[in-house]
């Protein structure tokens, strides 16, 4: 499906180039290494990012895309993506909701979204935006003040290249994965977050407010670093599924925890997940997310409710090196229709006395095949290491799937590992007591995942927690009966 | 009048006949305890008034406060007012007891067109009726019936009838591994619900079960088949004489 796809995308696209000849904030599709040189160029980026985009590049060309992975789809064409497009002037948005995809907005309309939110998501051309830059705005003077930064990459390597230069790539190297790699070269843009030392962020940080850098494309980028004893909670996605012409979605996030500091990290997903029926047309989401606990009893937590994309290949990892550092990983993956997720995550102990945690709670409805990947590696100097896993898979229908793959590698006698699965089909007998005591088939299906997920849930910061819920009812619709 | 009347009721799972025509008339303010050997059809007949799937009525009709039961979908029966306590309640992980009934009994007064209750409310309505049955108030926060020993799943069955408050209670087996104690309190706990509007049907294997909860009429149901009705003194023949005479009278009938 994927290349017939992304070639009428890419035709589509490259029209578009044309078409409207104002545009030239884009280049044709296809990959070399002036491209890399142009993207660089035009974010008028120093010199020495432009030489690690390019060591990537020149990697990447002598990499193969993995294939390892519990998942299918068709060989996706490198040279017939655009691999920088500048966001869209509001010439090109839609001038209102009267506009949009219908679909798009009865799904606002059922996770109640308000008017103003929605044609923000939708990307209409208003004033609304501005209202919310305004906001924006407020809370960036107010996280100034304490001296957090909090800003789009690309503001980040004009005005902070220093802290870039540090971390970029400490977690993820340019060489790490296929995807990450072609993420370093061609990155598009992301958010850039620095916590001081001993600094509490006093909100939840969002992407949300990052209004300006919306749009940042199918290769973002995102760093974020707390210093000593920092403290900061970070909201990826929104539940409302965004407006998107991009079909390959390869992200890089890093996150570094100095000592005692705590950055927790939750996403909700919910990209395009292809027509229900055929399959066709989803997003390959194919990120890269890794954290380093750098500092003694850092602590990075990873929360993650995916129920969108077509093809989902992504392990949020933590290296915990310093010692006493803590590592979490809390998920939910749903996939439903032809949707295919192999998710889950790596935690490596260096240091001594490390502790991980991992719960992931699998469910699989109409066709969809969910697969559960984990590493925990335990090194040789990792004395006293301790970690617990925890992965259930609940299978909805009898046409889909769950496959758990754990890996564990030990090299250290005194380490302590726990681990459980658990694969359970939701019961005809659950639904039919929830019916005897009024409640609806779809109400019970809803009500019946969302306490299998509860462990998870309950990571997630409040609101998020309400909306994550809402989603998996709005996504489980028509799954049963 | 009447809230339940079975016609000649005919029922088979995965295409064995079980329930071979009965039928039955429950009035308001009416006990009808159904007693049997074990597969007799006692279970069938309480899952059929429930409405569950795999089981297929072929003939006969149930008439529910005058209306045409069978057609109705389970969730829409409990909420026109059918209550069964299971005999083997099921286990809800994650989903907390509270939040299950509010949902329940959200539902039910949304079907009556009432409004839905708030937090404050259901939790003030919930205290009340938890004394009814002497249940621990954990119990509420713990997830559905997971962890639950024998007797406190029986015990949080007769809980939700109590808030859901139905018109016809079935009751499957409800003593069936309960000892002595929380028998006497799952008995007081439907007796507090008994009144002029309601009605209640008791299938129970023992007559033990009756000491506690005094039915006006006693069904002794024999190869899907009603094949004596009495008043309470019949529960305690069967006691005496257990149910081998009644399982000749009716091989007996069926050869005749």
């Known amino acids: ?481 | 009048m009447s809230i339940l009347e079975i016609k000649n009721l005919r029922a088979s799972v995965e295409e064995k006949e079980i329930l071979k025509g009965i039928s039955l008339t429950v009035k308001a303010g009416e006990v009808h305890a159904i007693m049997g050997p074990n597969g007799s059809g006692k279970s069938t007949l309480a899952q059929v008034l429930a409405g569950r799937e795999e089981y297929k009525v072929t003939g006969g009709k149930v008439l529910y406060r005058g209306k045409d039961l069978l057609e109705l979908g389970p969730e829409e029966r409990a909420r026109e007012g059918v209550f069964m306590a299971f005999q083997y309640p099921v286990e809800i992980p994650g989903v907390s007891n509270t939040y299950f009934l509010k949902a329940a009994l959200n539902a039910i007064r949304k079907h009556r067109g009432e409004k839905e209750v708030d937090a404050v409310e259901f939790l003030k309505l919930v205290r009340e009726k938890m004394k009814l049955v002497k249940m621990d108030e954990t119990l509420l926060r713990r997830p559905v019936n997971e962890g639950f020993s024998g007797g406190e799943k029986k015990r949080n069955e007769i809980f939700h009838m109590a808030v859901l408050e139905p018109i016809l209670g079935v009751l499957d087996e409800t003593d069936s591994g309960l000892d002595i104690d929380a028998l006497k309190i799952v008995a007081e706990g439907v007796n507090s619900l008994r009144d002029q509007n309601r009605a209640f049907v008791v299938i129970t294997h023992y007559q033990r079960l009756l000491d506690y909860i005094i039915p006006d009429f006693v069904h002794v149901l024999v190869e899907g088949r009603i094949v004596r009705s009495g008043g309470k003194e019949l529960a305690l023949e069967l006691e005496e004489k257990g149910y081998s005479w009644l399982e000749e009278e009716a091989s007996a009938l069926a050869t005749a």
């Open chain 1, 1 to 481: 499906m994927s290349t017939a796809m992304l070639e009428e995308y890419a035709e589509r696209e490259y029209e578009f180039g044309f078409v409207t000849d104002i545009d030239q904030e884009m280049i044709p599709p296809g990959l070399d290494e002036s491209v890399v040189r142009l993207i660089s160029a035009k974010k008028e980026e120093p010199e020495w990012l432009l030489e690690w985009r390019l060591k990537a590049f020149s990697h990447w060309l002598k990499m193969e895309e993995p294939q390892w992975a519990n998942v299918k789809y068709d060989p996706i064409d490198y040279q017939k993506i655009i691999y920088y497009a500048a966001p869209k002037s509001d010439k090109d948005r839609p001038k209102s909701l009267e506009e949009v995809d219908p679909e798009l907005l009865r799904t606002y309309e059922k996770l109640g979204i308000p008017l103003k939110e929605q044609e923000m998501l939708a990307g209409v051309a208003v004033d609304a935006v501005f209202d919310s830059v305004s906001v924006a705005t407020t809370f960036k003077g107010k996280l100034a003040e304490l001296g957090i930064v909090f800003c789009s990459f690309s503001e980040a390597v004009k005005n902070h290249p220093e802290l870039v230069k540090k971390y970029l790539g400490s977690v993820v190297p340019y060489s790490d994965n296929f995807f990450a790699t072609l993420n370093s070269a061609v990155f598009s843009d992301g958010s850039f977050v620095y916590i001081p030392k001993g600094v509490r962020c006093p909100m939840e940080l969002s992407t949300y407010f990052r209004i300006n850098a919306m749009n940042t494309g199918q290769f973002e980028r995102t760093l974020i670093v707390a210093d000593e004893g920092a403290t900061v909670s970070y909201l990826e996605g929104c539940t409302a599924p965004m407006r998107d012409e991009n079909q390959l979605h390869a992200a890089v996030v890093e996150l570094v925890a100095m000592d005692d500091a705590s950055i927790k990290y939750s996403t909700v997903q919910n990209w395009y997940p292809g027509d229900l029926e055929t399959g066709k047309g989803g997003i390959f989401n194919f990120v890269t997310k890794r954290g380093k606990c750098e500092g003694k009893r850092s602590k990075i937590s990873w929360t993650q409710v995916e129920t969108g994309s077509a093809v989902t290949w992504k392990y949020p990892s933590c290296i915990l090196k310093g010692d006493d550092s803590v590592g979490e990983f809390y998920s939910v993956a749903l996939t439903k229709g032809w949707q295919q997720a192999d998710t889950g995550t790596k935690m490596v102990h260096i240091g001594k006395n490390t502790t991980s945690t991992i719960i992931s709670k699998g469910i699989s409805a109409g066709q969809g095949q969910n697969t559960y990947r984990g590493q925990v590696k335990i090194l040789k100097g990792a004395h006293g290491a301790r970690n617990f896993s925890q992965c259930d898979s609940m299978l909805i229908g009898d046409r889909c799937g769950a496959h758990t793959f754990p890996y564990i590698d030990v090299n250290n006698p005194s380490a302590r590992m726990e681990h459980e699965a658990t694969t359970s089909k939701i019961g005809e007998d659950q639904i039919f007591y929830c019916n005897q005591r009024g409640i609806a088939t779809e109400d019970a299906v809803s009500m019946i995942v969302n306490g299998f997920c509860r462990e998870v849930f309950r990571e997630l910061p409040m609101e998020f927690a309400v909306e994550a819920q809402k989603l998996l009812e709005v996504n489980l619709e028509g799954s049963v009966g």
